[in-house]
T-cell receptor, first 116, second 111 residues
Framework: DSGVTQTPKHLITATGQRVTLRCSPR?????VYWYQQSLDQGLQFLIQ???????AKGNILERFSAQQFPDLHSELNLSSLELGDSALYFC???????????????FGQGTRLTVV | KNEVEQSPQNLTAQEGEFITINCSYS?????LHWLQQHPGGGIVSLFM???GKKKHGRLIATINIQEKHSSLHITASHPRDSAVYIC?????????????FGKGTKLSVKP
């Protein structure tokens, strides 16, 4: 168990709908990262938060948004869903932004989103 | 060209074989991670390396900072090692401060 909790584990929804994915980081971790992994694709960085503030943005669509709350949990909001948004969405956390020595990566189990 | 390249993309081995997965990167890094993703989808961190070599059970990871290359070795492979192995470079101080992932190596170990 990595200590990173993602809910829900599975989500099936229709095109055009909006969903919210939730991530609770490991206790004490200030950095939260969101990644998208489409079928047979690598992990794509979406967005990073550090202690409540957006720190970096990757290939995140305008239809997607995220936030990190004072208790450090984070939510990823996906709206106007399209079939192509079907993917595994991972959250990861670290005590501080990656790159620091001894900063390990802890991933949640992912949310599998299916848009029909 | 990807900043982090892995080889091979796919690997099939017989149980008991010694396995090597390679990772080359073109960015300056402060650490390199090896991750394992099982068919169920979850990602597990195996190693984080900034220099030298680390060992955990049958898994060994090495990194050569000068050559910008890392390897993951599995000794006495077992069918339960079947998974996708992903290397990821931690680009500290980069514009994104996040992990740059390789595309993964899909390992299948046959009994």
């Amino acid at each position: 168990d990595s200590g990173v909790t993602q809910t829900p584990k599975h989500l099936i929804t229709a095109t055009g709908q909006r969903v919210t994915l939730r991530c609770s980081p490991r206790s004490g971790d200030l950095s939260v990262y969101w990644y998208q992994q489409s079928l047979d694709q690598g992990l794509q960085f979406l967005i990073q938060y550090y202690n409540g503030e957006e720190r970096a943005k990757g290939n995140i669509l305008e239809r997607f948004s995220a936030q990190q709350f004072p208790d450090l949990h984070s939510e990823l909001n996906l709206s106007s869903l399209e079939l192509g948004d079907s993917a595994l969405y991972f959250c990861a956390s670290s005590p501080r932004p990656w790159g620091g020595v001894n900063t390990e990566a802890f991933f949640g189990q992912g949310t599998r989103l299916t848009v029909v | 060209k990807n900043e982090v390249e892995q080889s091979p993309q796919n690997l099939t081995a017989q149980e008991g074989e010694f396995i090597t997965i390679n990772c080359s990167y073109s960015v300056g890094i402060s650490a390199l991670h090896w991750l394992q993703q099982h068919p169920g989808g979850g990602i597990v961190s195996l190693f984080m390396l900034s220099s030298g070599k680390k060992k955990h059970g049958r898994l060994i990871a090495t990194i050569n900072i000068q050559e910008k290359h890392s390897s993951l070795h599995i000794t006495a492979s077992h069918p339960r090692d079947s998974a996708v192995y992903i290397c990821a470079a931690a680009d500290y101080g980069g514009s994104q401060g996040n992990l740059i992932f390789g595309k993964g190596t899909k390992l299948s170990v046959k009994p």
